[in-house]
């Protein structure tokens, strides 16, 4: 009966999965050697991420379980990235009422194992490794260790020290461990798919005998999976001296190649297997990875952490900061997507594209135009929509181009009648099934408007960041045309609307007139307003100070404008009347120092870079300078031997990998800040900080 039922798991699995993975990848389990990993008896280091939502979701309208096609984009998102170990939450399921185990001493949620069940067993066919907490330090909508704690009336600490607790949270892990997947007629326990269970994510308060009862039991009960553990910053002493424990897992918001080889080293001398099971994906380089790749100590790098398609156009997206999409929503994101592909390939990892076909998920009207809307296909760098009248071709294409995802849903503007419409994606499967729209008669075209901003004839205009014009009755869409010439040739910009105004991202440039017009489209014709014109703002010829240090009446008064960063190392600041400020840090302890001073906005619009005064008679320190524009940080760090007059173009600066993504808006500069850091005391003398043109 058992191996019939294997035997119908393993024909289920094959009909629900059509891109399987080798059956050597995905009967391997992941071994320990040391302070290595091995696959198939050959050395594993990967990069990875983290899909912390594959068992339960919060992004898409409230808790709720993901679709099954969402978990496959993103483990299909994931394997084309070269990513061959995913970390996910889903298993850290408690105390919610969607979750496995709502009430602790209750019984498990079926419902909730089915996006589990089919979240592993679809892993599996991919070759992708599974890292999977088995529950959480923090509170979370999914659950976490309180959950074992609360119904005794007891605090979070007890989850470590109260027999009845800890015997809960091991029933629960046994009866997860033992779980039959119908997908895959394995036991959790057997599946190849799960390398590692983690005692918990990011737990803070385990202690020697915790870690020692409960990695040997589930050592016991997995004896061919491993045990990871971790804390959530820096390594925790006590999973280096537990005997049970493979793999200890250290997360870093921001990491440092430094920092990381550092932490490999310690964890590879105390004969276990190191990751970084957290990193802020906004800190994927070169920079980062290059130092490390071959760095043996480091067996797993996984990111924070990766969003697919959603279910109906576009992307989920989680505003955390740290979210990130194939191929990336700006140059940033995709800077660091290519980052971490470009390592996995260098770990040895193959990028193969994926034979994901993306799906119409609808084709509506407005104003007779017709409105499409897709479902990406994982692996996809962007999409082609193709028009017919007729459902076999011959088919053409509907914009000049490639479109994104995050441009559905698209208006056609140029398409009439009744159409078949296909969306082809680039880089992945193909054509998506057609879909055909039967045109809407509309009476007449759209009615008169007007264009508001930029004003008509404005002068001394930045950006401009935005274009608007009064709405147009009976208008399904807009197309916005910019020119420098009156008569619109050779336009700098061309974009279709679907409102009565566009966020312009194009940088225009400056001292120059523009001329522009919007025409309002339906399927009965065209509205177009009268050609309006704007100068843009002329750069600026004098520099503007920022700090010359001349107003300051004492060094008490200088250390109340410049705070001290609590969280760095000692700073003494003193005025040196004609000279600038003195910064005395001590980096040593915490890694850095710094300070910062808080004022007014300043306009540094059209400004080239900052130039300053700097002295380094004391120290072999690092020196960043770090400035806050339109809300967003700027940082650059001097090259060593930076002294004298530094100037630094404001096109050298960049955000830091732990800042959420920001444009470099420098109307609105409100902070500036020296840090210092090394292993020494520093001294520095600054003055006369200035932005220059």
Known sequence: MRLLRTVI???????????????????????????????????????GTNIYWLGLDENVGGVGYPTRFRIR????????????????????????????LPDTTGPLNEQAFATVDY??????????????????????????????TDPYGLPGEAFYTDPRVIADYQHYVKRVMDRVNPLTGKRYRDDAAIMAWELGNELEGMTPSWIAANAALFKKWAPRQLVAAGRRFDIDPDTLADAAVDIVDVHYYPPTAAKVASDAATVAAAGKVYIAGEYASTAASSSLFDPLVDDRAVTGMLSWSLFGHADDHGYVQHDDGFTFHYPGDDQRMTIAVKAQMSYAEALGARLTPTRNTPLLTSVTQRAGLNVLAWRGAAGATGYRVERSRTPWGPWVAAHPGVLSDDQAPWTDVRGRGDSWYRVVAVG??????????????????????????????????????????????????????????????????????????????TPLDPGTTYYWQVRAINAKGTTVSPVA???????????????????????????????????????????????????????????YAGITRSFPAKD?????????????????????????????????TLPDDASGTVTVPF????????????????????????????PERARLVVDDVTAYP
């Not at 540094?604 to 770090?626: E, F, K």
């Not at 470099?664 to 020296?674: C, D, H, I, P």
Request: aromatic letters at 10%; charged letters at 15%.
């Open 9 to 47: 798991a393993a024909a289920l699995c094959l009909a629900l999965f059509p891109q399987p993975a080798s059956a050597h990848s995905r009967a391997a389990f992941v071994t320990r050697d040391g302070a290595t990993l091995e696959l198939g008896g050959k050395p594993f280091r990967f990069a």
């Open 428 to 505: 992945a499967g193909g054509p998506s099934p057609v879909r055909f729209v039967r045109s809407v008669p509309v009476s007449a075209a759209p009615g008169p408007f007007t264009a508001l901003t930029p004003a008509p004839g404005a002068t001394a205009v930045i950006g401009p960041d935005r274009f608007a014009w009064s709405p147009a009755a009976d208008a399904g869409a807009y197309e916005l045309t910019v020119s420098r010439k009156p008569d619109l040739s050779s336009p700098v910009i061309t974009v279709v609307s679907e409102t009565s105004g566009y966020d312009n991202g």
């Open 119 to 148: 979240a592993i067993a679809y892993a599996g066919t991919l070759g992708i490794k599974l890292i999977l907490p088995l529950t959480d330090e923090w509170a979370y909508y999914h659950g976490g260790h309180r959950d074992f």
């Open 73 to 100: 984009d993103a483990l299909d998102t994931a394997k084309a990235m070269g990513l061959t170990v995913v970390r996910s939450h889903m298993l850290a399921s408690t105390g919610n009422p969607k979750s496995i």
């Open 651 to 678: 096109d050298a600066f960049r955000q830091p990998p732990w800042a959420p993504s920001g444009q470099l808006n420098l109307r609105e500069v409100t902070q500036l800040s020296f840090y210092t850091g090394g």
């Open 533 to 591: 014109s704007f100068t843009t703002r002329a750069l600026p010829t004098s520099p503007v100070v920022i700090d010359d240090f001349d107003g300051y009446e004492d060094s008490a008064q200088l250390g109340a404008a410049y705070v001290r960063n609590a969280g760095g190392g000692p700073v003494n600041l003193t005025l040196l009347p004609g000279h600038g400020m003195q910064i005395d840090a001590d980096p040593s302890a915490a890694g």
């Open 604 to 636: 540094l619009w059209g400004q080239r870079g900052l130039r300053l005064a700097l002295q380094r008679p004391l120290g072999r320190t690092t020196v960043s300078i770090q400035f806050v524009a339109g809300g967003a940080y700027w940082e650059y």
